[in-house]
């Protein structure tokens, strides 16, 4: 697996976990959002990584510095809220309920109980 370094430099046309780089947006510094022809993701550097806390780094479906963008991208959104809208933040915390929370029930996820 391609390793970045902290400043992250990369081209297109690189390899990455979902096939040749076509496009690259920083989102902050250390932190990209990656595209290809078929699928993409965020990409941190590795000081961000270890900033992320342990349970959002096990997002990563590569267990490094990679999360994909129909899952794991949760963890990056959910580890600097600052630079994304209220709308993903609130996506990425669903997301992460959903799909990586195991203290909540499965059928409880995402779904307020009220009682009586």
């Not at 902050?28 to 590795?46: C, E, K, M, N, W």
Request: hydrophobic fraction near 35%; glycine fraction near 8%.
């Amino acid at each position: 697996m391609t390793q970045f370094n902290n400043a992250a430099r990369f081209r297109s046309g690189e390899p990455c976990p979902w096939g040749a780089i076509q496009t690259h947006d920083k989102v902050a510094d250390g932190i990209y959002f990656i595209q290809t022809g078929g699928h993409g993701g965020y990409l941190v550097s590795r000081d961000r990584y270890a900033e992320m806390p342990q349970h959002l780094r096990e997002c990563s479906f590569t267990k490094d510095q990679w999360f994909e963008e129909d899952c794991s991208w949760c963890a990056v959104v959910l580890c600097w809220p600052q630079y994304f809208n209220s709308g993903m933040a609130k996506a990425a915390q669903d997301t992460y309920d959903r799909m990586y929370n195991h203290d909540i029930p499965q059928f409880m996820q995402g779904h307020p109980v009220e009682l009586d």
